[in-house]
């Protein structure tokens, strides 16, 4: 795959071969009855394609119960050109089968795998119904579904691919799908393979292609896919998609991946296509691919995302977040190891600076503003912090049943400590009336916490600077908790299930991280018992297996990858 737009010569295989007959060698397929219209909507067999593809991964076929897995068979068809391409495995490995059977047994609304398939069956004949087909129609399809998108010069063609078990019966219900379409077809040979030819554009072509059925966009598309399986360059030769494929789990139910570079490289071809957004486009300038991948662990459901960069284009902006984001966040030190949820990421003061000295070219008035809170500048608030960020929600006090804390780290604590005392309690006393009037200071174990409300209730609003660490809580409380963690450890980075739930992460330089069971333990002390119960019974009890959801990512000069978790052990 080049960097720049590819020529798409529209009757030319992608590598040079036999060629097959021309028009006059065409044979009409079965026409359609004399009294049916000659369409019955824009694309609609290429609608049934899709939903077949989208859906065949959910019926209860024989292969996926089978524990073998099937080959690959769709990625030797896709062109190198492709700028999209998505791929499903319905007869995926048998690690993955077994995982989603032992977790799908763990949730009561999904039913019995009897149960389970046939409400898939039931879906599927709704789907199918226009088109005289039902789920039986659809046994012959195998391991694998799949299909890519390639923009091109900016006609964009594509193609759908589903393996099948049985070229006959596939052979048939592409023939009922052309027939529901009641659009002319004829039949041409292209490099010894039976293609059927719709008249009008508005409808695919179809063909079986070495053991998949295919869909094309148009004959140009389906001659590039009969190409790439004779011998033509395919997706897998391209260096965007191995940079990615090389980064996701080997394993997977299924991935989609998108040149982000070429979609640029064709987007700044078009007159007025990136106006307005130059700034973005620079921000990507050095983006090269993107992928994502499902899978089935014995820890959960993954969903894996990564990008890969070019180092060469990285603006120096960019350099220096990658920089700051580098170790530990520190903020997380001084998060209590029974947080029902903790957000952390790094690396947001430069980010956050250069968008508010942009705000101020703009608008006068919040320039203004931003000059009176000295938030940017050489003194300015931004230029003290470190980066770090974290907010936590947990188990409150007093009156609260509720609390939690936002964590701001900082790269010199007392002069941070004198923008508090200077503008932020005045500032949300304009929002607030009273709330600067009614401030009070405590000194917990050398730590000066500033506060407005009850300290005996819990009910207020609080801050202090521990360990050069912003800490702003919902009560004293809550400060005072960050003060502890600071003095003699025991935060939630030392906590057994959060380390073995972001273990598994590719590391945090952002993070989420959710404590399912907590927040249940938590709902359970809070709701009266029969209220509980109605919470379960009306689908709270499929939160049950979930122990916890987290997300993490981590960047460098190559790229990111990040990871989505669902812990259902």
Known sequence: MSDGPQDHTPDMPAQPGPTGPGPADAAPLEPAPADAPTKKGPRTALVVG?????????IGAGAFLLLRGAP?????????????????????????KMNLFRMAEKFPALGSEDELRQRLNDALDSVLADTGMTHEDLAWVGGEAGGYVDVGAGTPSFAIMVATDDEAAASAAMQRMRDASHADYTTTT?????VAVPASPDQPATAIVDGVAVIASDESAMRSVI???TGADSIESDP?????????????LGFVFVNVQQLLDLANLIPGAVEGLQGSVEQLAAAQGLGFAVTAGADGIALDAVTTTDPSKLTQAQRDALAASDGANETLALVPPDAYAVMAVQGIASGLETSLKQVT?????????????HLIGPKGLLGLLSGDLGVQVG????LLPVGGTVLIGTNDGEATQAWLDAHLLKTLGGVVPGLQSATKIEDYNGVTITYAGDLLSGVSFAYGVVNDTVVIGASVKSVEQAVDLAQNGGSITTDADYSAATDGLPGTE???????????TAVQNILPGQAYQDFLNQGGENLQPITVVVAGSESDEQGSSSRLLIGIP
Not at 50 to 58: D, F, K, Q, R, T
Not at 395 to 398: E, F, L, Q, Y
């Open 361 to 373: 070219q703009i608008d006068p008035a919040t320039a203004r503003m931003i000059a009176k809170l």
């Open 190 to 194: 292209i490099d010894g393979i039976e």
């Open 395 to 398: 188990p409150g006090s007093g």
């Open 240 to 252: 965007v998609f191995q940079g990615v494929s090389d980064r996701m789990p080997e394993d997977n």
């Open 72 to 96: 690959e068979s769709v990625l030797d068809k896709v062109p190198a050109s492709a700028d999209v391409v998505f791929v499903a495995h319905l007869d995926p490995a048998a690690s993955q």
């Open 227 to 229: 190409a790439t399986d």
């Open 50 to 58: 899709i939903v077949i593809v989208v859906l065949a991964s959910a």
């Open 510 to 520: 952002s993070l989420v991280y959710v404590d399912v069971q907590g927040i249940l």
